[in-house]
């Protein structure tokens, strides 16, 4: 299609009205399942439609359904709100239309890749020789990372994994935590290691028993992966890398790190000792497009051995020319061959924050999640469950058996969704159903901060109120010590 500008410049004012709609409009798509699909539904179009009038229909059919997690009214997970830089490089990427699978293919695209990675590693005080893959998320980072863990420890018993498969191969043990995220046991089932990682217990806030991952260690001999956790998704909370990392070199083990947010502490200087010891790692997984903001989808698979790292990822054939001399090739170190230009966006971010404003970003978001924890453990009935290292808590309201906690933390955030001023979800932790928050949108303020703590609280007494609720006031304890918790 010639005509392009009009078209570009129609989609580029709906998504400018949608960003300033979003301190007005609720967070919550405002139509059922049954009627958005309605919207979106119809016969298998025969004959095409004008250009303009399909994106306007696009549009009108989208609005409803849309949630405001680009804005300052979300806090149901852990997503970032698609940084306006971020947005406006990723628009170009999509009009450049590059496959950065190949650097013949697009050798803009395999640069921004490579100078955005080493900023990256600079900013999270990684070693600077890792290699980095830019994939979709942390799933597919985590998928990356474990692949050259797999086929390293197996090659050091001698099992070429490359040209063998797994026929046959030695066993692997594979360590998680029992807090791990769902999204390791998809990587380790796309990696054909199956769903049986060896659980160790955790604490009350998720890290895991250092001591426990020593003893199961002892207990066997062979191959070995262990999988630690920077940034638990409920609470926050950090495995203790450094007893870990210890362990892993004690025994030989290949030591990866699911730091799919919490792995952005190491770029602030006032959390080195909650970061501590991530550096020891052999790999790390970590999301762009949560506390970076970047646009979806994006993450970041890094690994120390870079060797390692392309055996498990490369891709070749006679009309792929090989990267020579100063070139670079971005598809050495990700899954896909056809690959969206994901360097862009991040290098555009990093570029327009700088590692001060990225700094300032996180050291922002924690204190304002330590300031909404205060807020809520001082309304009478309200439970902060975690102690608040990061920027995530964990909720529940009043006392009583689990099952009348569970039933009333469901009528809380029910009313939550009546209400409609903040989006926030529920989970299920430690066998008590509560409500997660997670403070992680990059423009939130003081305000938008004081608004969740009322939405929550005006929820709460709404809750109260209608049951009749007099509940026996339960102490969480100072926010950022350590709180009473319910055992796993």
């Avoid at 971010?349 to 001082?378: F, N, P």
Wanted: with cysteine; charged share 20%; aromatic share 6%.
């Amino acid at each position: 299609m010639d005509n392009h500008r009009p078209l570009f410049e129609r989609a580029v004012q709906h998504a400018s009205r949608f960003r300033d709609s979003l301190v007005e409009r609720s967070p919550h798509p405002s139509l059922s399942a049954t009627a958005l699909l309605a919207r979106f539904d119809g016969p298998t179009p025969e004959a095409g439609e004008d250009p303009g009038s399909v994106i306007d229909a696009l549009v009108e059919a989208a609005g409803p359904g849309l949630t405001g997690s680009a804005g300052s009214r979300f806090f149901g997970w852990v997503i970032g709100a698609s940084d306006p830089v971020g947005v406006a490089a990723d628009m170009l990427t999509s009009s450049w239309g590059q496959n950065a699978g190949n650097y013949a293919c697009s050798p803009a695209a395999a640069f921004a890749e490579k100078v955005a990675a080493r900023w990256l590693l600079d900013i999270l005080r990684l070693p600077s020789d890792c290699s980095v893959g830019f994939v979709t998320g942390a799933t597919m980072a985590s998928f990356v990372c474990l692949a050259a863990a797999r086929n390293a420890v197996l090659d050091r018993v001698g099992w070429n994994v490359e040209a063998e498969g797994l026929t046959g191969a030695p066993r692997i043990r594979v360590f998680a935590g029992e807090a791990a995220h769902v999204t390791i046991s998809s990587a380790l089932r796309y990696l054909g290691l199956g769903d049986k990682a060896i659980r160790i217990r955790a604490d009350g806030d998720g890290r895991m028993d250092a001591g426990a991952l020593g003893a199961a260690l002892a207990a066997g001999d062979g191959p070995a992966i262990v999988i630690a956790q920077a940034g638990q998704m409920n609470t926050g909370a950090f495995d203790p890398m450094r007893a870990v990392a210890e362990l892993c070199r004690r025994h030989g083990a290949w030591l990866h790190v699911d730091g799919a947010f919490g792995l952005w502490a190491r770029a602030v200087p006032e959390m080195a000792d909650l970061a501590a010891g991530l550096e020891e790692a052999d790999s790390w997984s970590v999301d762009g497009h949560k506390w970076l903001q970047i646009p979806y989808d994006s993450g970041f698979a890094i690994v120390r051995d870079s060797k390692a790292h392309r055996r498990a990822m490369s891709v070749t054939a006679s009309y792929l020319p090989m990267a020579v001399e100063a070139e670079y090739d971005p598809g050495q170190w990700a899954p896909e061959l056809s690959r969206r230009a994901r360097g862009f966006a991040v290098w555009a971010v990093l570029k327009a924050h700088g590692r001060r404003g990225v700094i300032e970003m996180i050291r922002r978001h924690c204190t304002l999640a330590r300031d909404l924890a205060r807020r809520l453990a001082s309304e009478p009935g309200v439970n902060v469950l975690n102690t608040v290292d990061l920027n995530q808590l964990v909720v529940n309201f009043g006392a009583g058996s689990p099952q009348q906690q569970d039933t009333t933390c469901h009528a809380v955030i029910s009313r939550m969704r009546t209400d409609g001023v903040c989006l926030a979800g529920g989970t299920s932790w430690n066998g008590r159903w509560v409500l997660r928050l997670s403070v992680i949108s990059a423009a939130l303020t003081d305000s938008d901060i004081g608004r969740l703590g009322e939405a929550v609280i005006a929820a709460w007494r709404h809750v109260q109120a209608r049951h009749n609720f007099h509940p026996e006031i339960t102490t969480a304890g100072d926010v950022g010590n350590p709180m009473p918790q319910v055992t796993t």
